[in-house]
């Protein structure tokens, strides 16, 4: 009997644990946060300086109340950070009813202001990159994007229906796209962009990210637009 009632009591206490954390933790996503340069005034119990931070695709800044979890920040310099972001199910009526916790520094650049640098090269293999527009037109698919692979100098990806990978050499702000395979899916609502993304992977380019988005330009033209796929 006392085996079996020890036995119950871990099994419960395990349960216990559970069910809390549960409770705690309602829902857990990604997100990527640009962080400017400098803090601002800001009002919470008291005066006090808030982080200004928005997402890439935000025109504005706005204030941040809140502490990120093993983030040491330094002014001077404009961060793109990948975050875990947790919900909190019944905060405290004092608290947030998110929790922020660093994943990755994606970027970090020497500024002066609350802008963006205007080029930084260095984090091109951080994301995978969704396609927003091509040759200047939006497009009407969230699916097609690229990734880099480092290491084996290899990209992979999807067009929008099919899968598609290659090989890419880089230098500090050119990169050209060789051996690019698809499957062969016909899906009719996406050949046009399927076609258009292809396209203008095929001829060396030079890219560059600025407010947290990659451009891929043909000359002096923007043909490939993408953001941070979260």
């Known amino acids: 009997m006392n085996k079996l009632s020890n036995r119950f009591a871990l099994l419960l206490g395990l349960f216990t644990i559970l069910s809390f954390s549960s409770a705690i933790f309602a829902?857990?996503?990604?997100?990527?946060?640009?962080?400017?340069?400098?803090?601002a005034d800001c009002a919470g119990v008291a005066p006090m300086k808030c982080l200004?931070?928005?997402?890439?695709?935000?025109?504005?800044w706005s204030l941040f109340y809140q502490n990120i979890e093993n983030f040491d920040y330094v002014e001077g310099y404009t961060y793109i950070l990948r975050l875990r972001v947790d919900t909190v199910k019944n905060p405290p009526a004092d608290g947030s009813s998110k929790k922020y916790r660093l994943k990755k520094i994606?970027?970090?650049?020497?500024t002066s202001g609350d802008q963006m640098p205007t080029q930084t090269t260095s984090n091109i293999f951080a994301n995978a990159w969704q396609v927003t527009r091509i040759e200047g037109k939006e497009i009407n698919t969230t699916k097609a994007y690229i990734e880099?692979?480092?290491?084996d100098a290899r990209f992979g990806g999807n067009t929008g229906c099919n899968r598609m990978s290659g090989s890419f050499t880089k230098t500090d702000s050119s990169i050209k796209f060789s051996q690019i395979i698809s499957t062969k899916i016909f899906c009719q609502d996406t050949s046009e962009v399927e076609n258009a993304f292809t396209r203008n992977l095929e001829e060396p380019a030079r890219f560059e990210i600025k407010n947290g988005k990659l451009y891929l330009f043909a000359d002096e033209t923007a043909v490939l637009e993408f953001t941070a796929k979260r």
């Open 27 to 39: 829902q857990t996503k990604n997100e990527v946060l640009i962080v400017a340069d400098r803090r």
């Open 52 to 60: 200004q931070i928005k997402k890439p695709q935000d025109e504005k």
């Open 148 to 151: 880099f692979n480092e290491k």
């Open 106 to 110: 994606l970027s970090r650049e020497k």
